[in-house]
């Protein structure tokens, strides 16, 4: 969604309740049976990043590309954004839905996941420079949803001291006008006190 927004492109959009999936659904993603799924010309293209690299190689002419020109920082992107979903995201999830030793443990392999992200980010305000590219937006849900998994276990995962600068990514993704309009404000997710953790 946030693709087509940057590339200017007009898209009918409908919500899916992921516990009754509809027929439309599992028609269209078969095989993995989740969203997102972008159906073009009657045709359906599964996967954040497949679609990702669909809309730009679709939609080339329109704005700028979401995938740098350069081969090799094409290359650096499609590898960073591997990155956060092979190694990133099963540790952050796994920390969130564990407990005791097994929380901790997937506590301390996403902080070393995190400390190289912070590295690749480097003083720079987006991953693809001045503006977002194709790793934010990969990886932007995760500046929207690592804040509600801290809130709910009590635990800060990113700290402004810690990592200065994917606080400052996080805090500049959420900001930008075509990510927010899109997004609950996360008051509104927050877990009231009695709320409990599983």
């Known amino acids: ?5 940057i590339k200017g ?3 009918d959009y409908i919500e899916e309740d992921l516990r009754n999936k509809s027929n439309l659904l599992l028609e269209c993603n078969p095989v993995h049976k989740k969203v997102p799924v972008l159906i073009y010309q009657g045709k359906p293209i599964a996967e954040s990043d497949v679609i990702l690299e669909f809309i730009d ?12 020109e350069d081969p090799y920082e094409c290359a650096m992107a499609r590898f960073w954004s591997k990155f956060g979903l092979d190694k ?37 305000k987006f991953f693809g420079g ?17 804040p509600i998994y801290e809130d709910i276990t009590g635990v800060r995962l990113i700290t402004s001291d810690k990592f200065p600068w994917l606080s400052a990514w996080m805090e500049g993704f959420l900001g930008l006008p075509l990510v927010k309009e899109h997004l609950l404000p996360l008051d509104k997710l927050r ?3 009695s709320t409990s953790h599983c």
């Open 130 to 146: 001045e503006r977002i590219g194709f790793v934010d937006l990969s990886l932007g849900s995760l500046s929207y949803v690592i």
């Open 9 to 11: 492109v007009e898209y």
């Open 1 to 5: 969604m946030w693709a087509l927004r």
């Open 191 to 193: 877990p009231s006190s």
């Open 88 to 124: 990133l995201s099963p540790p952050i999830w796994k920390w969130f839905t564990t407990q005791g030793k097994e929380q901790e443990d997937a506590y301390e392999a996403a902080m070393e996941q995190l400390l190289v992200l912070e590295k690749v980010l480097d003083e720079k």
């Open 57 to 68: 190689d679709v939609w080339k002419d329109l704005r700028y590309r979401i995938l740098p």
